[in-house]
């Protein structure tokens, strides 16, 4: 009688997701920053930067090579939190909505498994995600009014004892419906394009259909998630004044960026939200199908397979 194949256990597709989802941070931290900068410009009707090369040269003028890592140990934080959910979770309900045949789930099983991992994700990554607004944008304020956080714990615990713990999830809703855009296009995007690769014949699993599959889900994601994006930092960064909120919710900071700024304003910050998006969707899956296949080889014994994805 032949041994059931082995699978790999459920906590190790969290910690390979988010180990994946950190490394890839390490590298793209700046663009995060500078993504960030670009959609809170124009909330005091100054523009402040003409274009995200333009945003990236003033910073690193303004605030050196260190100024253009601020808020890295929230963005790792994030990605710990965030990114070790939502891919353990999409891995996990992906094998289990894959066919005993080995047939994977279509398109929209796929972009519904990833709107849940990501809402899971997205509400576990809340309070860092605040805190990597705060800390990615104090550079833009005046001396006087700058919160100057020394790390991610010392923000979350100064807004949890100066502002309440709620405020660690100010934002939650947006953050969890921009996570479910992203995650539906993203993660089943990737999916849908590995496999559409796959079938032509001309690909091979390994690191170039990984990065052809990554840059086509990057490109997609982008552009389906910049206007809850924008919704989801605005909010985040926003300053309560004479005890009133600026915004009342994601609909009201859509409907005054287009009143104010214009319909296409709500894309604001794109070049660098791809640029950051892209390398970092790219790096991701390609550490993370490094991570599963390394796994697979030595401790399962099932060369040249990935993340199954």
Known sequence: ?????????????????????????????????VKNRMQLSGTDGKKEYKTSFHAFRAILQKEGFVGVYSGLSAGLLRQATYTTTRLGVYTWLFSKMTGSDGTPPNFFMKAGLGMVAGACGAFIGTPAEVALVRMTSDGRLPLDQRRNYSNVFN????????????????????????????????????????????????????????????????LVTTAASMPVDIAKTRIQNMKIV???????????????????????????????YYARLGPHTVLTFIFLEQLNKSYNEYFLGQSGKGSGL
């Not at 615990?157 to 921009?178: D, F, K, N, Q, S």
């Not at 909120?245 to 794109?270: H, Q, R, S």
Request: glycine share 10%.
């Open 242 to 272: 004479n005890g009133k909120p600026e915004y009342t919710g994601a609909v009201d900071v859509l409907t005054k960026v287009i009143k104010n700024e214009g319909f296409f304003a709500l894309w604001k910050g794109f070049t660098p």
């Open 1 to 33: 009688m032949s041994q059931p194949q082995q699978t790999m256990p459920n906590y190790v597709k969290f910690v390979f997701g988010g180990v994946s989802g950190m490394t890839a941070t390490l590298f793209v931290q700046p663009l995060d920053l």
């Open 155 to 218: 923000a979350l615990m100064r807004i949890a004892r100066e502002e309440g713990v709620l405020v660690l999830w100010r934002g939650a809703i947006p953050t969890m419906g921009r996570a479910m855009v992203v995650n539906a296009a993203q993660l089943a995007s990737y999916s849908q394009a590995k496999q559409a690769l796959l079938s032509t014949g001309y690909f091979n699993e390994n690191i170039f259909l990984h990065f052809c599959s990554s840059m086509i889900s990057g």
